[in-house]
């Protein structure tokens, strides 16, 4: 694998124009896993906003308190390296906010009091003889 990255900087930096070889060569460019991971985390993003519209039985408490608990160690260990990863910080404080709200959504849905007298929905429709 690293033969086969080697080969593609080589060709690629023949290609980037002088102007553009301060972001490609920074520490943080697009030559290094800082650029990439953020990119690849904005999957979990998208994933997590596409569970906040699921009905709250159908979430898994688990995962959801490992995506907040990743998404804030991560972001915070995001600013304490070298180079700061203010890209990746942002991703995983969101991945730590969607994680935080299906987290409020289980505990409000497992607490709010229940209506013993309310017919289950397949019930309500039924015309009544």
């Given amino acids: 694998m690293s033969a086969f990255y080697n080969v593609m900087i080589s060709v690629a930096d023949k290609i980037v124009p002088a102007k553009l070889q301060p972001i490609w060569c920074h520490p943080a460019g697009p030559k290094t896993i ?3 991971a953020p990119i690849g985390k904005w999957i979990l993003v998208i994933a997590g906003i596409g569970d906040m519209s699921r009905p709250v039985e159908k979430v898994s408490l688990g995962q959801s ?4 608990c990743t998404g804030f160690v991560w972001s915070r260990f995001s600013l304490v390296i070298i180079p700061k990863n203010y890209s990746l910080s942002l991703v995983n404080s969101i991945v730590g906010l969607t994680g935080l709200y299906q987290v409020a959504r289980i505990f409000k849905h497992h607490t709010s009091p229940k209506d013993e007298n309310a017919l289950p929905p397949s019930e309500e429709t039924k015309p009544t003889s």
């Fill in 34 to 36: 800082f650029f990439w």
């Fill in 65 to 68: 308190v490992a995506l907040m």
